[in-house]
């Protein structure tokens, strides 16, 4: 890995790689992975030789201070291997290539009708406190709100520092539990909503042709005043794309609405279809990773019930791990790192193992 390091650090300055993006940005990601690796390696070799020179002079040392030092060194390195050990192994572990995109998070009212609706606006919310507490922007590309609130389906972008790699793990079927806001007889109704994180697709890695795209524009709703009515700032894209993976022939239709800026929008609606097809052709790597591994901790797969929120009780219970908290307002307020914590320990002890770690 040392000398991979020295031969990828030569080859990010050469000019003939540069001029290659699709080469230089996966050569810039792997001098990153390995910069971390060798920073590790680093430590671990002081940590080593710290120990054995201080175990020469507890040795050969005649002066009583110099001997109470070196035992302090000792005890220092000795406890410090281990730790640095572990960390080396966790960084060894084969990393999803994904993990440091962007992400395209999307929330949609699943079974219980407005109450479905009402949650997958209270997910939203949550999701936007998260996205805060770690200073990502979280964008809104396009919403359908629901008769009495919340939303039946809304679309965002998140960008950031590894976003995808973080918010992969919200992939799958909430599920919540509680008296409506419509229920009259105050009994407690099961309801649920989807979520779907997709990693943010580069430009190079879909090929588009973007001569076939049908563009159409129209007037966005909703507040705005007088810009809203007159211009057509929305845009509707439609585009024939042929599966890799089935063969078959779907027509993607993407809508736009985000900003009164139309070019932007249609800068947006693109990235939008290069993350939907980039999945979609991508969805067959899911899989066999899905297959290969004995839990289904951050596959992606949106048919899974991963999350149950029971009001009530003030409790939620991630059914992957059995991870249980009974602080549901907190959580519901964007605290949920400790349970995505929870999850990529799960995950990287698969890993671990299957890399004979």
């Given at each position: 890995?040392k ?32 910069e ?15 120990r ?27 406890a ?12 060894l ?5 994904e ?35 770690k ?29 995808y ?13 509680r ?45 705005g ?52 097809i ?6 067959k ?39 249980t ?33």
């Amino acid at each position: 890995m040392k000398s991979r390091f020295e031969e990828v650090s030569l080859l990010v300055t050469d000019p003939g790689v540069i001029a290659d993006q699709q080469r230089y940005v996966k050569l810039t990601r792997e001098y990153r992975e390995l910069e971390n690796i060798l920073h590790a390696r680093k430590e671990y070799v002081e940590a080593l030789s710290g120990r054995d020179e201080a175990r020469e002079l507890m040795q050969t040392e005649n002066d009583p201070e110099m001997k109470e030092m070196a035992r302090e060194q000792l005890q220092e390195c000795e406890a410090k291997i281990p730790v640095i050990e572990e960390k080396i192994k966790m960084l060894l572990i084969p990393k999803d290539p994904e993990d440091a995109k962007n992400a395209v998070l999307e929330i949609r009212g699943g079974t219980g009708g407005d109450e479905a609706a009402l949650f997958a606006g209270d997910l939203f919310k949550m999701y936007q406190r998260f996205c805060e507490s770690k200073g990502w922007t979280l964008s809104v590309q396009s919403c359908n709100e629901g008769a009495v609130g919340g939303f039946k389906e809304i679309i965002c972008m998140v960008t950031g520092d590894s976003v995808y790699g973080t918010l992969k793990y919200e992939s799958g079927v909430h599920r919540v539990q509680r008296v409506p806001v419509t229920e009259t007889q105050g009994r407690v109704h099961t309801s649920a909503a989807t979520v779907a994180v997709l990693p943010e697709a580069d430009e190079f890695e879909v090929h588009i042709n973007e001569g076939e795209i049908k563009w159409d524009t129209f007037r966005s709703s909703g507040a705005g005043g007088q810009n809203v009515n007159k211009v057509e700032s929305g845009v509707r894209l439609r585009y024939m794309w042929k599966n890799p993976n089935t063969g078959v022939v779907d027509e993607i239709l993407i809508e736009c609405t985000e900003t009164r800026d139309q070019p932007k929008n249609k800068e947006r609606a693109l990235s939008r279809l290069r993350s939907y097809i980039y999945d979609k052709e991508h969805q067959k790597y899911v899989d066999d990773i899905a297959n290969r591994r004995k839990t289904l901790v951050s596959t992606g797969d949106r048919s899974a019930k991963i999350r149950t929120y029971n009001f009530p009780q003030g409790r939620v219970t991630d059914h992957r791990i059995n991870y249980t908290i009974y602080n549901l307002p907190a959580f519901m307020n964007g605290d949920i790192q400790d349970c995505i914590d929870h999850l990529i320990v799960a995950e990287n002890a698969e890993r671990m193992k299957e890399s004979e770690l």
